[in-house]
């Protein structure tokens, strides 16, 4: 089956310094890929969607400043968090699209921002 | 507005007992409909999905789902829980033919299998 990657699985940080977390789909080539954020008991909201090499489409809210995305190939997505503070720390998750409408999730990475 | 709804929150059962979750959709577009699970700090794993054809799906670990056109639903179903089934089961949908063709999430179901 098809199957995606997140690194890292958990980070901290501290506040007002940038973390980056990498989405890959290991054994097929993602057209599309997303980022969700997480928080605890609630369900997922996406906040951005890239296809490769083009610029990411952020949902409303979401500062595109702030959390830079870049889907530099069919197999990489990055989300970075920039100067990030406490209110940043949450679970986000990353999925992928291949050619279909079927979307492969991967881990997640928990981010705690100190 | 398109919309996913999971009206229970939390589903409490005992082990090997019947269980069913609801998930309901509001649109009058075509969609394509999925359930996934979520145990505690991991991603999202595929339980099956509805693109089109039979409208009873199986999937994995047993459960099964069918799609209500009329009632614009989907419910999931087991005939017989265990305790590893304890985890949070989304509902999602994707309304067919958006821009992004976006999945919609519902707000989850915590399903909690007792002893």
């Known amino acids: 089956g098809a199957v995606v990657s997140q690194h890292p699985s958990w980070v901290i940080c501290k506040s007002g310094t940038s973390v980056k977390i990498e989405c890959r789909s290991l054994d097929f080539q993602a057209t599309t890929m997303f980022w969700y954020r997480q928080f605890p008991k609630q369900s997922l909201m996406l906040m951005a969607t890239s296809n490769e090499g083009s610029k990411a489409t952020y949902e409303q809210g979401v500062e595109k400043d702030k959390f830079l995305i870049n889907h530099a190939s069919l197999t990489l997505s990055t989300l970075t968090v920039t100067s990030a503070h406490p209110e940043d720390s949450s679970f986000y998750i990353c999925s992928a699209r291949g050619g279909t409408y079927e979307q492969y999730f991967g881990p997640g990475t928990r981010l705690t921002v100190t | 507005a398109q919309s996913v709804t999971q009206l229970d929150s939390q589903v409490p059962v005992f082990e090997e007992a019947p269980v069913e979750l609801r998930c309901n959709y509001s649109s009058s577009v075509s969609v394509y409909l999925f359930w996934y699970v979520q145990y505690p700090n991991q991603g999202l794993q595929l339980l099956l999905k509805y693109l089109s054809g039979s409208t009873l799906v199986k999937g994995i670990n047993g459960f099964e789902a069918e799609f209500n056109k009329s009632q614009t639903s989907f419910h999931l179903r087991k005939p017989s829980v265990h305790i590893s089934d304890t985890a949070e089961y989304f509902c999602?949908?994707?309304?067919?033919?958006?821009?992004?063709?976006?999945?919609?999430f519902g707000t989850g179901t915590l399903l909690a299998v007792q002893p």
């Open positions: 999602a949908v994707i309304f067919y033919g958006g821009a992004t063709n976006k999945l919609i």
